[in-house]
Each structure stands twice: as C-alpha cells, then as structure tokens.
C-alpha cells in the first residue's frame, strides 16, 4: 500500500482507545513503532486547529485534512436519501446540507472551506471529485444503496 493510503487508514489509531487526546496521543505510539517522521506528522495534521497545532503543508496533509471532513458530509448526505447511495447523489445536495447548520453538526464546515481553499480547489469541485473517490469503492463503505 501506497503512503497515503496507508495513512488514510491509519489517522484515527488514537481516536478508539484515547478519544480525549485523539491527534496527541498517535505519535507515542507509532514514534515506538519506528514510523517515520512524515507518516506521523500528516497523521497529526489532519486535526489541525480541532485537536492538534501541527498545520498540514503537503498537499496529502491538505488533502486529509479537508477531505476527512467532506467525506464525514457527503457520506450523511447520502445516507438521508432515498436510495441511501452516493452513486445518483449531486454536488448541489452536499451544498445544501452544507449550509444547513443541525444537519451532521459534528461535521466542522469550516474546516472544508479552509481546507478546500488550502488545496486551491473550489468548494463545488472538491465535493464532485469526493463524490466520484467514494462512488469507487461505494460497495466498501457502505454507500451503494439500493442504486446498481
Ligand atoms: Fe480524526
């Protein structure tokens, strides 16, 4: 497995066992597993101004940190749909939500705004390409619904 996808899986090790010092905790841990410096400084990233002060930099840092986020929102957007499925599920949709303030509250808007700003994307083309990422492995994460 490639970097990124290795700390895609990786980024919440902390989360389970230590919610209270998720993104501070991870280091110890994988510091005594002898990962390298860069492995965990992007792990560290992605809760940048939520629970850590390490900024993401790389453009993977940036990419986990904003996306981490927007795939929290698009996955509730489609599960609050008929066919519950990220396949037929429209940019314009996860806007909404995104606007609607109770819905998927745990979901920091800001953090997609500054992180979709940091990757100089616009906020409707960081939303399309998350939708098409996630319609690839739509079966995996549960997000295949009743759409075939
Ligand atoms: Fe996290």
Redesign the pocket.
């Known amino acids: 497995m490639d970097k990124w996808g290795i700390i895609g899986l990786v980024?919440?090790l902390d989360?389970e066992m230590y919610p209270e010092e998720?993104c501070k905790k991870v280091r110890s841990i994988l510091k005594e597993e002898n990962w390298p410096e860069s492995y965990i400084r992007a792990i560290v990233s992605?809760?940048w101004k939520l629970c850590s002060d390490v900024e993401p930099v790389e453009r993977m840092e940036n990419v986990l940190y904003a996306i981490?986020e927007l795939t929290g929102l698009i996955n509730a957007t489609a599960l609050m749909r008929p066919s519950k499925s990220v396949m037929d599920l429209e940019v314009k949709s996860v806007v909404k939500k995104m606007k609607s303030k109770g819905f998927a509250a745990g979901v920091n808007r800001e953090v997609i705004i500054e992180g979709v700003q940091r990757l100089n994307m616009e906020l409707n083309q960081a939303i399309d390409e998350t939708i098409k990422g996630m319609r690839k492995v739509a079966e995996e994460i549960g997000l295949k619904g009743t759409v075939s």
């Open positions: 980024h919440d989360y998720h992605h809760g981490d």
